[in-house]
């Protein structure tokens, strides 16, 4: 027995062109998606690219007052050969990091002086204690006599027992000396914080530039797309570029 198979229905011409015009409408509204994406996509990059400048200045800023209200000034010393000479002269060894930025006389108004300035006083500091930081002091002030080997090699000792006593308190006597890196330590802190701030400030601004420029070139293409397309979302910019065109110069 045998079956003959049906032939298989050829799609019409009204079929075919339903379809063609369906995949075209469909194709029309993903391009209008696409620049309507694209122009919100570059509003807020603008945005973003703004407000960091803003955020960034405003930062600049208000590191720059803070330091001018303290009134900080460098001495006269704090150039980078005379605290060479300096430190030769306490005996400090060569591996001491020593500044390389001149602040003498100057006013302390931005973070890389600040910087500079920090660093002009941990050498000031290493020269007041012999080049012992805060962890390498004894605690206490030792009383003379006190074997070397109980000492920190400049007067201080960590052991009470063989600690300078104080005749009224009848306490060991603190170490002068180590409360100076104590004093040292926050300054020097604060003025370093005041570089870094300074810097993400920049750093900010540096950022928001770029989102900016980012956001604007998204902006070009996606009118520049939207001008080649006869059935663009953005109706307002081909009904510009129309009129604009339209226009006749009046003749003489």
Do not use: C
Request: charged share 15%.
């Amino acid at each position: 027995m045998r079956t003959d198979a049906a032939p298989a229905k050829l799609p019409t011409q009204g079929q075919s062109s339903f379809r063609d015009s369906a995949a075209t409408e469909g194709s029309f509204e993903m391009r209008k998606v696409l620049e309507i994406g694209g122009i919100v996509a570059a509003a807020v990059l603008v945005a973003f690219g703004v407000a960091a400048i803003v955020m960034g200045v405003n930062g600049l800023s208000t590191v720059r007052d803070s330091l001018k209200l303290e009134q900080i000034v460098g001495s006269p010393d704090m150039t980078p050969a005379a605290i060479k000479a300096e430190a030769q002269k306490a005996g400090l060894p060569a591996t001491v990091k020593l500044p390389t930025v001149d602040v003498a006389g100057k006013k302390i108004t931005s973070g890389a002086r600040a910087r500079a300035f920090a660093g002009y006083m941990r050498v000031h500091t290493l020269e007041a204690t012999g080049n012992l930081t805060y962890a390498q002091m004894g605690r206490y002030t030792a009383k003379p006599g006190t074997p070397a080997k109980f000492t920190d090699g400049h007067g201080a000792t960590n052991d009470s027992k063989y600690a300078l006593i104080n005749a009224t308190t009848k306490q060991p006597v603190d170490n002068g000396l180590r409360n100076l890196w104590v004093t040292e330590t926050a300054l020097t802190t604060a003025l370093n914080t005041s570089y870094m701030a300074e810097q993400l400030s920049l750093f900010g601004i540096v950022v928001g530039v770029a989102l900016l420029l980012a956001g604007i070139g998204f902006a070009i293409l996606a009118i520049g797309g939207a001008l080649r397309n006869p059935e663009t979302a953005l109706a307002f910019v081909r009904r510009t570029k129309k009129t604009g065109a339209g226009r006749i110069a009046p003749t003489a």
